[in-house]
């Protein structure tokens, strides 16, 4: 059965750090794209970073891009996302999602269960 589990959220401040973590199992974690999305209350969900199976080639929406970092360790089958310089807006659940591809395809095959991240200002 395939799997992904993140961790990492919680609280943090206006201008701090956090980084998240996304675990795969059940799948050959290099053979796949991997992704972080996240959904505020009341809002759709949106996908902030995409990083391909080497992890050669990362892509980030607007909104996180130069504040955020994706990478990945395929010996730890583990997917890390870097936050720097937070902004309350950053408040959501984020979730990581495995790329039906190698390469960031916009096509989703499983997610994880998300984790929260809350940023007070």
């Known amino acids: 059965q395939v799997q992904v589990v993140e961790s990492g959220g919680g609280p943090g401040q206006a201008g701090g750090s956090l980084s998240l973590a996304c675990t795969g199992s059940g799948l050959t974690f290099d053979d796949y794209a991997m992704a972080w999305f996240r959904q505020a209350p009341g809002k759709e969900r949106e996908g902030i970073a995409c990083?391909?199976?080497?992890?050669?080639?990362?892509y980030y929406g607007d909104s996180v891009k130069g504040r955020f970092t994706i990478s990945r360790d395929n010996a730890k089958n583990t997917l890390t996302l870097q936050m720097n310089s937070l902004k309350p807006e950053d408040t959501a659940m984020y979730y990581c999602a495995v790329d039906r591809y190698n390469y960031c395809s916009g096509s989703w095959t499983t997610w994880g269960q998300g984790t929260q991240v809350t940023v007070s200002s």
């Open positions: 990083i391909n199976r080497s992890g050669s080639k990362t």
